[in-house]
């Protein structure tokens, strides 16, 4: 209290204010999302989910992850992997991630730039969600997809109308991506 | 020797030819007179000739460049003092004789103040006769000599056409001169060679007495007196000619009247003369005699200044069995002496000359060493803090004014300071002013405090040098530090205290021979030293850098801290009164005054090692058992307890914990906000940029901060807290407070898991508690409704407690599952136990953790009973030796591991080591490899040791052994249900559930990594990233990593291609 007074005589009292309070928010909480983060990558590796799995890119940016997902059986996309990327926001897990199909996908809720429509991921995250949590609703979108907020109209018709040929342009957007 | 021989020899062989050619008299002017050679023509016998006169070096200017008055008037006064000379100068009035006048006038006053110039021998002009007695007066009067040096002297004036006329004086010296060079340094050589006969071989010891010391002394005391004697005779020949002058000079002045003067001033003649002589002689005294003359310095102002002769400022220790440097006091007679003695030798020296530049250089250099032998000699391992009143005196200060301030001094300190102002100046002084007598005040007392200053920095340079073992013999050593704090003034000296701290470190305390509780140990008294020394814990900053980054590399380091914690009430009270009861001794000791050499160690901390690097620790294990027990520190069980608990704990740590001074930490807000604070200093100069200044010395938060993050330090004191909550049920008091103290440091939430299994164990007992009860009401329900029931069951009912510990499983560390059968009973006690726990808490299970529980076995054997408290595991490998069937009474129990092991399924580690346990309490003996067999008599196990196998079947008895009764615990943990638990897999032989356990968690993590982060990683960066992910610490070297990764590898899980791993594609 007696510190932002005495700043206060030096500058603009309002935007000094602000600007040290959002400061103060998110120093900690920066340092928060590593350590959430670490934590969650520790639960990830002692009790992996089959089927999905996540990790730090490899330049060593605690935000910034890589995940891979298979393609569940009994779908189209059944023997498929797909790659993911995650950007943490540093108020993380009071925002959610930011999450990109990096290998191509056709899918009624991913459009062609690999980005996703999930409520979970939007207005519906609340901070109990986690990777995992992520990864495996992103494996269950793939078997029953959204048809009704479709991204892409073309495959949520196709879903419904042709499956074989719902198969055949998976089979043909997939491209395994080579990273490096 | 050579010399001195030559010498006589020289004076016989002239002695022979004076007599034989009446030389003496005819040849006044042997060498320096302007010539000797035939005359020219027209002039008589003796005259110099012109050219040649510069030859000899004595220039002809001087008379007339002094004669410069009026010539006319000269010679009228000439004229009429020349009547006098008459009988010897009759042709005076000849003008063109003026020359040989002056050549006359010259042989006879040269042939006055000639030297011997056969001088040769000591007593040659050792004694010079009286003037009545000199053999010159026989043919020439005084009043023949007057006028002669007047003609000679005022020769310009008188014989105006003389031309070839010199100084008379200039000769006189120059003859002088070469009278010492040919004469005197021989002599001086010659008492050389006399006296020190072994020069060469007591070149090293210059400042130190070889066996013959004081032999030593007295020789060069003979050389150096001999010398001066010698000296002082040629002096006295050369004084005695030059007073001749001197007088002559006088007597023209005054026959001249002051009307006109003389124009020589006979003062200034002699001055300048004794100065020449003066520095002739001290440039030519040889090396050797300056060598004499320091060592008898040595030892004069060695006494004076109560410096013991011999002392050896460089060995402290080797030769401490002589006495330490003190002052001397008024009355000490050999100082007195030694003084006079100075006095008079620094008095004979300045007479003959020796004491000039290279004299005053040599004391310079002896005063100096004197000062740093004063210093070590009389400081050095002295540390007793004074007594008690200065002692809280000292504390008040430092409370007071938080930095190094010279406001509270040290005795030792205030004793030097009283050494250098009374006798240190003193002594300089008195020598100085003898030396140079015309100065002023040679010592001023601006140079008091200089010598003060001078020695003040000795002695921090001493204490530095020492402080290592200052801080090993804590807290007996407050004296020391106070000595620092008072000297280390400048930020020189506190760089020069790190960096030499640092050294003793590395070399002392932080390699593989100590082990990491004496490493911490002497951490803690580290920070309670440096913390005294500087409030602000800057120069604590600066050394213990490599402490730290040295124990992050021990690994058992956070553990030992954390188990010194939570050292119980019993250990903390036993080290209480241990340190009480060392306490005593150490106080009567330093009370008695200087006897540092006790006081070097205090009662502190078992036996320290250090290897022998430099001047390494020089406590033999003889005198610290000798220290140990001395009667006055009570040798008792008390003592000999807090010793084997100092040695394998850190009881310190706890006694600081419970310290209420320690936990009290100021919020930061408060300091600087407090306006009011008096004391407020700056910061050092040396502090670093982001320096925040502690409180108090803080010695478990600095401990704590030092090994690493607070995360690690936590979890290690979960697991201890752990491991003694679950081993020690009866009684955590000492847990809770160490608890409520770490809360206070770090948080409610940072402890949350503790006060979780704290309250696990409490919770336990109600539950325990009540479901005991429960089944007590349902069981004889049973026993009535069946009342033949199982046998056993029933019996084991009837006497075993069963108690189990409910853990809640997420926040207890450790908790691995170790499979192994249980003995019936207990399983079906477990069963009864888990449902009666059912019953109360539904929807919950219970996981038994067998491994972790205490049983009490009481067996019965032939001839005993035995009650052991002992784990579960060894309860249960004992319970398998029970054999039911076995009523033969002539033969006991056997049992091979492989049995065991097939009827427990135990792990073989665990079962060799509850057989080892049983035989080690004399139950199990050991008969075959790994045969064990029940020793039903205690003759059975003494017969054991003789191995005699037979002996050991033959007794025959019942196997009469009785599960124990109690049978404590068991563990079991709380189970939310949805707890996926890993288990490692196959196991190799060796490796712990717990490392096999960690391998396949960085299994699954390099396996995430390359899966998502980077399909192709070389080992660097997969090292990298481990280290930076795993929460915990990465504790692998690359090598392991590779190691590791190899043996995936070979299992087909990993490739590598071009250096880098990568996951086989499927």
């Known amino acids: 209290m007696s510190y932002s007074m005495e700043d206060s005589q030096n500058s603009a009292p309002g935007s000094l204010q602000a600007t040290k309070l959002a400061g103060a928010r998110k120093g900690p909480d920066g340092q928060n999302a590593v350590k959430r983060l670490q934590t969650e990558l520790m639960q990830l590796m002692t009790s992996p989910a089959p089927g999905v799995s996540a990790f730090p890119s490899a330049d060593g940016n605690l935000l910034s992850w890589r995940a891979t997902i298979e393609g569940p059986d009994d779908t189209p996309y059944s023997g498929l992997t797909f790659k993911l990327s995650f950007e943490f926001p540093s108020n993380y897990p009071y925002a959610p991630p930011t999450v990109l199909f990096i290998t191509p996908i056709y899918h009624p809720n991913v459009d062609f730039s690999g980005r996703i429509c999930l409520d979970i991921l939007k207005d519906k995250w609340t901070a109990a969600y986690n990777i995992q949590t992520v990864l495996l609703s992103l494996q269950s979108l793939l078997g029953e997809p959204n048809n009704a907020s479709p991204l892409n109209g073309e495959a949520a018709e196709l879903w419904d109308k042709d499956p074989s040929q719902f198969k055949a342009k998976v089979m043909d957007r997939h491209k395994d991506v080579d990273e490096d | ?1066």
């Open chain 2, 1 to 1066: 020797m050579s010399a001195a021989v030559a010498s006589q020899w020289a004076q016989r062989r002239r002695r022979v030819f004076q007599s034989v050619f009446h030389t003496d008299d005819s040849q006044p002017t042997p060498h320096s007179t302007p010539c000797i050679r035939f005359p020219d023509q027209g002039q008589p016998f003796g005259g110099p000739a012109a050219p040649i006169v510069d030859r000899h070096g004595h220039g002809t200017a001087t008379p007339s460049t002094i004669f410069s008055q009026d010539a006319a008037a000269a010679a009228s006064t000439i004229d009429a003092r020349s009547q006098l000379a008459q009988p010897l100068f009759p042709s005076l009035a000849t003008a063109a004789d003026d020359q040989v006048v002056f050549d006359r006038a010259w042989h006879v006053v040269t042939a006055r103040i000639a030297l011997p110039a056969s001088a040769t021998a000591d007593d040659s002009f050792g004694t010079l006769p009286p003037d009545s007695q000199l053999p010159h007066q026989a043919y020439t009067s005084d009043v023949d000599f007057y006028d002669a040096l007047a003609l000679v002297v005022q020769a310009p004036a008188l014989l105006p056409r003389a031309t070839h006329t010199e100084d008379v004086v200039a000769w006189h010296a120059q003859q002088a001169r070469s009278h010492f060079a040919q004469h005197v340094v021989p002599l001086l050589s010659g008492c050389l060679d006399d006296q020190g006969d072994e020069p060469g071989a007591e070149n090293r010891g210059r400042y130190r007495g070889t066996r013959r010391r004081g032999d030593y002394y007295e020789r060069h005391m003979v050389i150096v007196m001999s010398s001066i004697r010698t000296l002082e005779a040629a002096l006295r020949l050369y004084f005695y000619g030059l007073g001749i002058l001197v007088r002559g000079f006088y007597k023209l002045a005054v026959a001249n009247g002051p009307s006109k003067p003389l124009g020589v001033d006979p003062e200034l003649i002699a001055t300048r003369f004794r100065r020449d002589i003066h520095a002739l002689v001290g440039n030519s005294a040889s090396p050797e005699l300056m060598r004499s003359v320091s060592i008898v310095l040595v030892r004069l102002t060695g006494t004076i200044l109560g410096i013991p002769s011999g002392y050896d400022s460089n060995g402290i220790g080797s030769v401490r069995s002589s006495q330490r440097p003190a002052p001397p006091t008024d009355d000490d007679l050999n100082a007195m002496a030694a003084r006079q003695r100075l006095h008079e030798l620094v008095e004979q020296l300045h007479n003959v000359g020796l004491a000039g530049e290279r004299f005053q250089i040599l004391f310079a250099e002896i005063m100096d060493s004197m000062m740093s032998d004063f210093v070590t000699g009389a400081y050095a391992g002295v540390w007793g803090a004074s007594d008690t009143q200065s002692f809280s005196a000292a504390t008040a200060m430092n409370t007071i004014s938080r930095t190094a301030g010279a406001s509270f001094t040290s005795p030792c300190i205030l004793s030097l300071g009283d050494w250098v102002e009374n006798h240190f100046s003193r002594l300089s002084l008195e020598v100085l002013s003898r030396v140079s007598p015309g100065a002023a005040s040679p010592v001023k007392l601006s140079d008091v405090k200089t010598y003060q200053s001078l020695a003040l920095g000795r002695l921090a340079a001493l204490r530095i040098s020492e402080l290592f073992d200052i801080v090993l013999a804590w807290p007996s050593s407050r004296g020391a530090l106070d000595d620092l704090r008072a000297t280390i003034t400048t930020t020189a000296r506190r760089l020069q205290l790190t960096a030499s701290f640092s050294h003793a470190l590395q070399t002392r305390l932080l390699h593989p021979g100590c082990s990491t509780l004496e490493i911490l140990r002497t951490y803690i008294t580290i920070i309670r030293t440096l913390h005294a020394l500087d409030h602000s814990k800057v120069l604590l900053g600066h050394v213990e850098s490599s402490l730290q980054l040295y124990l992050c590399q021990r690994e058992d380091a956070v553990r030992i801290l954390v188990t010194g914690l939570l050292a119980s009430a019993e250990e903390l009270r036993v080290a209480r009164k241990y340190n009480e009861t060392a306490k005593k001794p150490i106080e009567r000791r330093s009370q008695a005054g200087h006897t540092g050499t006790e006081n070097r160690r205090g009662p502190e901390p078992g036996p320290f090692m250090t290897p022998a690097v430099g001047r390494g620790y020089r406590e033999t294990p003889g005198t610290r058992k000798r220290q140990d027990s001395t009667p006055e520190a009570e040798p008792g069980d008390a003592e000999k307890a807090a010793r084997d608990l100092s040695s394998t704990k850190l009881i310190e740590l706890a006694l600081i914990l419970n310290d209420p001074l320690q936990s009290r930490r100021a919020s930061p807000e408060d300091e600087d906000l407090d306006w009011n604070d008096m004391t407020w200093v700056p910061d050092p100069v040396d502090a670093g940029a982001n320096y925040k200044r502690p409180k108090s010395e803080d010695v478990i938060g600095t401990l704590i901060s030092a090994l690493g993050s607070e995360d690690v330090f936590i979890k290690e004191f979960a697991s201890v807290l752990a491991d003694r909550l679950l081993t020690d049920p009866a009684n955590f008091d000492q847990e809770l407070r160490v608890l409520d103290l770490l809360k206070r440091r770090f948080g409610e939430a940072a402890m949350q898991n503790c006060d979780v299994m704290i309250k696990d164990v409490r919770d336990s007992r109600k539950v325990d508690t009540l479901i005991r009860r429960e089944r007590k009401d349902r069981h004889e329900g049973k026993a009535l409704a069946t009342p033949g029931g199982q046998a056993l069951s029933a019996q084991g009912a009837k006497e075993m407690e069963y108690h189990a510990r409910i853990l809640s499983r997420l926040f207890w560390p450790n908790l691995d599952r170790e499979h192994f059968l249980l003995p019936t009973p207990i399983v079906e006690e477990q069963k009864q136990y888990e449902s009666g726990y059912q019953g109360l808490k539904s929807g919950r299970k219970l996981t038994w953790l067998n491994q972790l529980g205490q049983a009490r076995v009481e067996l019965e054997l032939r001839d005993r009973s035995v009650t052991v408290d002992c784990t579960t595991v060894e309860a249960t490998v004992i319970y398998a030796f029970q054999d039911p069937d076995a009523e033969d009474e002539n033969s006991s129990v056997r049992r091979s591991v492989d049995e065991l092991y097939a009827q427990l399924q135990m792990d073989e580690d665990m079962i060799a080591a509850a057989l080892t346990f049983w035989v080690a309490k004399g139950i199990l003996r050991r008969v075959q490899h790994d045969v064990y067999a029940v020793a039903e008599t205690q003759a059975a196990t003494a017969n054991a040791d003789s191995s005699s196998v037979a002996n050991a079947g033959s007794s025959g008895a019942v196997a009469g052994q009785q599960p124990g009764t109690a049978m404590s615990t068991a563990e079991d943990k709380e189970d939310g249900g949805e707890s996926p638990r890993k288990t490692a897999g196959g196991k190799p032989a060796g490796a712990s559930a717990k490392e096999q356990e960690r391998r396949a968690m960085y299994w699954q993590y390099i396996c995430g990594m390359l899966t998502n982060a980077s399909a192709t990683m070389p080992l660097g960066q997969m090292a990298m990233m481990m280290k930076m992910l795993i929460s915990d610490g990465f504790p692998w070297s690359n090598e392991e990593l590779q190691e590791f990764l190899g043996e995936k590898i070979a299992d087909g899980e990993l490739e590598v291609v071009g250096g880098k791993y990568r996951l086989p594609r499927k």
